[in-house]
């Protein structure tokens, strides 16, 4: 039943609802805005694409002695961080500038969910060994070579005699130096007998008609896999920020490097730019790194010397000499690139 002064067929309140709306957004009653109309048309709507990378599309970039990466596919762009991040406006209502200063913004704030609108899925060759560093970042969808079901790819990576490098002395997972020719030479001649007998030793054991899946147990870490890998670009930031870091192994962080100067810079090149600026390049500082910073700009050593001391950095030993301390390393690695002298020095 119709209550009084309503009329059949008409909501009531509509003809104040849109006259509100009118005086709202400036435009005439029933009048299209742009914004709503760019997202709802399905015609207005194009795959955004990047020039630069679809003319490296399948193109394999080589890494080590025989990998490579090489790029499948990709979604979004610069633009499309910008779009998510300014959700409700339209395209274009910004200038490229604008766009710049936005993204710079979301990196330098740590605001990552615009940056996993974009995606990137790699063709990767990769020796096994530094691929069990690789799939340790578990937020990416991974699709792998499989020697249960395929014959192993028949290629190790080879060392050259000058590229067998030293255990470090302070860091039990790094090293630091190169072994001496001669030895390296000689390392170089015992792997390639070892990869060729492991490889002789596992066609046979197939020849015989033993399982993929058991006549693969003694390969060499050196063989390499290939996998499909498809990742958002704030994890593959994170990716890139670990395994370009001078302390990452030199084999994966060439794998970085790669991914990184061919691929992404040239994908996202703001991004990249705010990348390098408030990441890779950045300086991080403690709460005592930066009490100490405080105290040298007065400057005040001995209050710095201080400040360390009661946080168990200049411990010394009973001939007076500094204890070993890697959270004073790299402290003073940081402050060297701040270009201070080191107080307790």
Not at 98 to 116: A, K, N, V
Not at 173 to 186: F, I, M, N
Request: net charge positive; aromatic share 6%.
């Amino acid at each position: 039943m119709l209550g009084k002064g309503s009329s059949r067929g008409r909501t009531p309140g509509t003809k104040r609802a849109r006259a509100t709306r009118g005086e709202r957004t400036g435009q005439p009653n029933g009048a299209k805005e742009s914004t709503d109309t760019d997202r709802d048309s399905p015609s207005a709507l194009t795959r955004p694409n990047q020039p630069a990378i679809d003319v490296i599309l399948g193109r394999p970039f080589r890494v080590l002695d025989d990998g490579f990466a090489r790029v499948i596919d990709y979604m979004g762009d610069d633009a499309a961080i910008v779009q998510a991040a300014r959700v409700s406006y339209g395209r274009g209502t910004k200038r490229v500038h604008d766009d710049r200063g936005l993204i710079r913004y979301l990196m330098r704030h740590w605001h990552t969910t615009p940056f996993e609108m974009c995606e990137l899925k790699l063709h990767v060759r990769v020796p096994m060994d530094t691929w069990r560093q690789w799939i340790r970042h578990r937020t990416a969808n991974v699709n792998e070579y499989s020697t249960r079901y395929s014959v192993a790819i028949d290629a190790a990576q080879r060392t050259a005699p000058d590229a067998w490098r030293l255990q470090a002395p302070g860091n039990r997972q790094g090293s630091a130096g190169r072994v001496a020719s001669a030895v390296g030479q000689r390392l170089t001649e015992s792997e390639r007998r070892v990869q060729k007998q492991s490889r002789s030793v596992y066609e046979e054991r197939l020849a015989a008609g033993v399982a993929r899946e058991q006549a693969r147990k003694d390969l060499p870490l050196s063989t390499y896999t290939e996998a499909y890998w498809k990742v958002d670009l704030h994890n593959l930031l994170h990716f890139l920020r670990l395994r370009m870091d001078p302390n990452a192994q030199e084999e994966i962080r060439a794998y970085a490097n790669v991914i990184a100067e061919e691929i992404v810079a040239k994908w996202v090149p703001l991004t990249w730019e705010a990348f390098l600026d408030y990441r890779l390049n950045a300086l991080q500082l403690s709460s005592i790194a930066a009490a100490i910073v405080n105290a040298l700009s007065v400057p005040d050593r001995e209050l710095a010397c201080r400040i360390a001391s009661e946080h168990g950095l200049l411990q010394s030993d009973s001939e007076g000499h500094l204890r070993p301390n890697r959270e004073r390393t790299e402290l003073e690695a940081t402050l060297l690139k701040l270009g201070i002298d080191l107080p307790w020095r």
